[in-house]
DNA sequence: CATGAATGAGAGTTCATTCAT
DNA sequence: GATGAATGAACTCTCATTCAT
């Protein structure tokens, strides 16, 4: 495959993406793809073989966006409990994000496709950000920031936490305030001081 | 409609609750519940006319079925933790269960319909469910089994919380032993000493 | 047959009467019809076995009702014109009237079911007005109120005509006005002076 | 679209007039053009979407093919009256016309879709009738061949005439004499002798 | 590589008609 | 007589997928 045909494919990810995030995973047809990059129905045939596979290479592609490695953007004199703050804010930015949301489309293509673990790229997501959150209460936690007797299973509540948040804005609805709230309370459970946030 | 169209009826929705375990809410076709009930297709429209119409009422009912009333089976002598245990021994056991789990189903129902609070099953039962932990939880600090400084926000985490255990056992996956240390991990929180529980 | 059968039958056809006015012969149901009368699906069965046979029984009511012999009710001293003019005014409100029109219905089942002359009570319709018609310009030719070689002739283009206006009403629009005119034209036509209409 | 595609309607076009022709309008289904035309079921869908779409674009070819400007076919010392004549002849061809006739199927369209008067065909060939009929009695009157007071009302009385014939053709039969003898009362009322016709 | 016409399977839906009660 | 549940044929419409050009 050439230059060329590296960069079409780019580009129907790029469209098929918008698709996914305005209709979901089951909702989009090939049709609608091929709609979208405004190419032909077999043109699309030459790159992708289902609408499966379009949406997997999505979420890779997504994947590889994201990781800006969340680590390398932390000011020098960050506490841990600012990096803490600043990974949860960013978490509520996403779930309230409109525009630019696969969440639906991902669980509903998780849904159908529960494949390995090796390929499975929401657990890669979920596990790498455990592991961050546990280093951040385990430091935090060493310095006095936080207490926690088990930082592992802190990790993981924050995790779950989150997922249930992400998945409720998508079900019953979740507000703004809510989930301040709920940020505000998780922190008071790792015992950092009111008089310490803002 | 006379008394053996309410039967039919139930009929149906029981099949039809079979069919959505099975294949999720989108995968589900009239002919899928045609066949599942052996009727046939014009058959089915006379008592629904729609998979949606189907599901909703399949909800309906599990929610009339579920409501034996937590609250009243309660023991006498129970203390608000051993109530609160019982509860999420019960949501766990829904979340592990194989072969009568609608769970997935749901949430694909609701990603594409997103009704008025009002009609909101999930948010109903997710609203009733916090106002259940929240009392045991104000009750449980004020006789001192627990300590918790703001009931609301305590019931609204457990509730994120399952919903995150609940959307992750269907999608990255969640092991027995992962959500038993949840809970451990949860009561701890609420101060529950380890020598109370086992 | 008893007699509550007969009752019975009548209700029915006044009934799909109704429903003929409002939706033409073609689109109209067994089911439509049933509604209508609020009776079971196997109830009309009973009665009638098609739409077809409905509509033919409900084309003779109209005949038996229509023929309120028109010659009967004319006033004794009234001239041939008179006689003329108030047929075709009673044609033109037919044509007009909105909420009590067979007219279409009846075109559409005709078009389809084109049966034999002695079945045909469009044509038996026609006919006899034809000839109805033929009578009064004899009549008045003979004393002078009209002129007009040819009153079969005559009474034919009057019939054809009108059936032109009727069908263009239902299809290309036909207005008031246009209608007077033609009526106008149609009795210049047969030498009746101006100073003798108004 | 290309070329072929272009040609491939027009195919589609053509077969689907006969099969209205054959059925009329209402009881043509997308199966019966697609039979017609031996194509699948689907491609008929890339070309129309819909019966009443075929339809009216069958009623637009004619149009256009109808079009061979009448007014042009005429000889140079061709009276008013010789094409008058000549007009009707024609209008009788077309009602007698037996395998050729998509009267039916056009007032089965117009029953159950009165467009403004901008799309509707029937409506345009009609006024573009009348007008010419309408200048040939005004010619015919001024060099005195015809006597006519009103030629705009003589020439809607003509065409709904023309109107009221063609249905009662479909409707309660009409035959080749009684067509021909309204035609020559027709132009006795204009005045025409009998000894200048034939 | 790329196109887009063509196919045919299959989902949704409606109705005339029957038949046990 | 009367009911209305049940059937199955028929129709509309949409898609994934192929293939000649």
Redesign the interface.
């Known amino acids: 495959m050439g230059e060329k045909s590296i960069q079409k494919k780019k580009f129907i990810l790029e469209k098929a993406r918008d698709v996914f995030i305005e209709k979901?995973y089951?909702?989009v047809t090939m049709k609608d793809i091929v709609e979208a990059c405004d190419i032909s129905r077999g043109g699309l045939y030459l790159y992708f073989e289902s609408t499966a596979q379009i949406f997997l290479e999505v979420l890779h592609a997504e994947e590889a966006k994201g990781s800006d490695d969340f680590m390398d953007h932390i000011a020098e004199d960050a506490t841990a409990a600012d990096i803490l703050l600043l990974f949860l804010q960013e978490q509520k930015a996403e779930i309230f994000r409109k525009k630019d949301n696969l969440t639906?489309a991902t669980?509903?293509y998780?849904?159908?496709n529960?494949p390995t673990?090796k390929d499975?790229i929401?657990?890669k997501r979920?596990d790498s950000s455990v592991r961050i959150i546990e280093k951040l209460v385990e430091i935090g936690t060493e310095n006095g920031e936080f207490y926690c007797?088990?930082p592992a299973?802190?990790a993981?509540?924050i995790?779950?936490?989150?997922?249930?948040?992400?998945?409720?804005a998508?079900?019953?609805?979740l507000t703004n305030e809510?989930m301040d709230?709920?940020i505000?309370?998780?922190l008071?459970?790792l015992g950092v001081g009111e008089e310490e946030m803002e």
């Open positions: 979901g089951k909702n639906v669980y509903e998780y849904f159908e529960k673990k499975n929401l657990k979920f007797e088990s299973e802190a993981l509540n995790m779950y936490l989150l997922e249930g948040m992400k998945i409720s998508q079900t019953i609805g809510a709230r709920q505000l309370y998780l008071t459970m």
